[in-house]
């Protein structure tokens, strides 16, 4: 079974996802120092949630009895 949390992960991915598209259209576009640091920060959050994702898969939901 999946979590609650695992839930809430997955309906933040495609936020994630959208807002990671578009600040590489932008680095493409003009690629600055500040904005790799932006897309390394972006890149570092879809880590943390895809890892945060995979633990709360693996763990499922604890027994009600």
Sequence with gaps: M???RAHE???CLVELA???YGQL???FKDA???R???MVRELHQVS???RQLSSELVQGEPPTV
């Design 18 to 20: 959208e807002r990671t």
């Design 2 to 4: 999946t979590t609650v």
């Design 32 to 34: 600055t120092p500040e």
């Design 36 to 38: 790799c640091e932006l």
């Design 25 to 27: 259209i932008e680095l």
């Design 9 to 11: 992960l997955r309906a």
């Design 48 to 50: 943390t949630v895809c």
